[in-house]
């Protein structure tokens, strides 16, 4: 499975932007998570978000209200929705797929991911 995430930039706090996460090669899976991390310079990776074969999603507190994590089947592809952008908020996002339908104590774990995009860069500016 390869994973490509695109969709950051430079935007003013409060403003809006959209990632998306495009899944291509082995993807059959009628199981799996789908999950956004990000890391800034300096810190550790950590959970933005993830969505679930069965539907579900689940959000950082820090995100929670302001990212919305959604699918598009058809397509292979997850988006992040993040509106109210703060400047805290700058990191490289990264998409990350695995292949199990994840139980929620583990979900936010960035070593129970077994495929990686590349990382796209999100600036906000105050």
């Known amino acids: 499975v390869q994973l490509q995430a695109s969709g950051g930039g430079l935007v003013q706090a409060g403003n809006s932007l959209r990632l998306s996460c495009t899944a291509s090669?082995?993807?059959?899976?009628?199981?799996?998570?789908v999950a956004w991390f990000r890391q800034a310079p300096g810190k550790k990776r950590e959970f933005v978000a993830a969505?679930?074969?069965?539907?579900?999603?689940h959000y950082a507190d820090s995100v929670k209200g302001r990212f919305t994590i959604s699918r598009d089947n058809a397509k292979n592809t997850v988006y992040l929705q993040m509106s109210s952008l703060k400047p805290e908020d700058t990191a490289v996002y990264y998409c990350?797929?695995?292949?199990?339908?994840?139980?929620?104590?583990?979900?936010?774990?960035?070593?129970?991911?077994?495929?990686w995009g590349q990382g796209t860069q999100v600036t906000v500016s105050s």
């Open positions: 990350a797929r695995d292949p199990r339908h994840l139980i929620v104590s583990t979900l936010r774990r960035s070593l129970e991911y077994e495929y």
């Open positions: 090669g082995s993807t059959s899976s009628r199981q799996y998570t």
């Open positions: 969505t679930r074969s069965s539907g579900s999603t």
